[in-house]
């Protein structure tokens, strides 16, 4: 009898303790559905924005971003995948009011994007910009993004390597490695020049943006990641953050125990048999 609850018990915890190991191993659902955006206004006549972004078919709350300046970009903000209507509204504007920009994206699990407001007051648009969160070890990745109304062709360098260029308005690279350090970049459009020192750490990713100031050119330095694939909260001048070490999961432990535990079992079962053996042996005699 002992030996069949021995059995029973081992039967009833290994399926138990399998299932939790699978369950400990699979991803957590969040994590497989959630996308980033962040928002910037790069539209030098436009007014100061508050941008909401609604789920189709969702039933929540709009993620809101309040009175956003030019040449400011927002800190990353994690939503579910899936697609959302944009909606530009004058700072201070209701909500109800009718948006000043408007249009739609779709947000991929595991992709971030950048969403700005761009061109004149005249023709005002809605850019979506893809972010990569791959960086090349040892090098730094730029990519450059010609937002000046001013200058409708600017050529961006980096020393004598042009880096993009002659770039129309709304137009952007590519990602492009670069060695790390101090770099001098160098915007020249049509009739005006802008120069800005940019520091490049290795293994990080920037967006140079071409902007309009007055009396000539801007560029901004918007530092995107470093050197991580998971999209942490914070603004993205100060970076994305490493990566912290994970722990051990408890599943792994719960595997090995159960391991243990059907081993023990069975050694006993044999034991048992083994010292019955002689037993049964003398009374057949």
């Not at 941008?51 to 903000?77: A, E």
């Not at 994206?105 to 893809?130: D, E, N």
């Not at 990080?204 to 943006?209: E, G, M, N, S």
Request: net charge positive; proline share 7%.
């Amino acid at each position: 009898m002992r030996l069949r609850a021995v059995a029973a018990l081992v039967a009833a915890f290994v399926p138990v303790s399998l299932s939790l190991a699978l369950a400990g191993a699979a991803p957590p659902a969040a994590a497989q559905d959630t996308g980033w955006i962040r928002w910037g206004n790069w539209s030098p006549s436009a007014p100061d924005f508050d941008i909401y972004l609604n789920s189709f078919g969702g039933s929540g709350q709009p993620t809101v971003i309040k009175h956003l300046r030019y040449g400011h970009i927002s800190s990353f903000t994690g939503i579910p995948a899936g697609q959302y209507a944009i909606a530009m509204r004058k700072g201070g504007a209701a909500a109800t009011s009718p948006p000043m920009l408007s249009a739609s994206v779709h947000v991929a699990a595991g992709t971030a994007y950048t969403i700005v407001s761009m061109g004149a007051a005249s023709h005002l648009g809605v850019q979506v910009l893809t972010e990569t969160m791959r960086s090349v070890q040892g090098e730094a990745l730029i990519r450059v993004v010609q937002e000046s109304v001013h200058q409708h062709s600017v050529t961006v360098s980096d020393g004598s390597r042009t880096l993009g260029g002659p770039l129309q308005l709304g137009s952007y690279t590519g990602f492009l490695p670069v060695s790390p350090g101090q770099q001098a970049i160098r915007a020249v459009g049509f009739s005006e020049t802008a120069t800005k020192r940019v520091s490049l750490p290795p293994n990080t990713i920037h967006t140079l943006v071409v902007l309009d100031k007055p009396g000539g050119l801007r560029i901004n330095s918007i530092q995107d990641a470093v050197g991580s694939r998971v999209m942490p909260t914070g603004g993205a001048e100060t970076g994305f953050g490493g990566t912290a070490p994970r722990s051990a999961s408890p599943a792994l432990w719960l595997t090995v125990i159960a391991g243990g535990m059907l081993l023990a079992a069975v050694s006993m079962i044999r034991l048992r048999r083994t010292r019955r053996s002689p037993a049964h042996a003398a009374m057949n005699r």
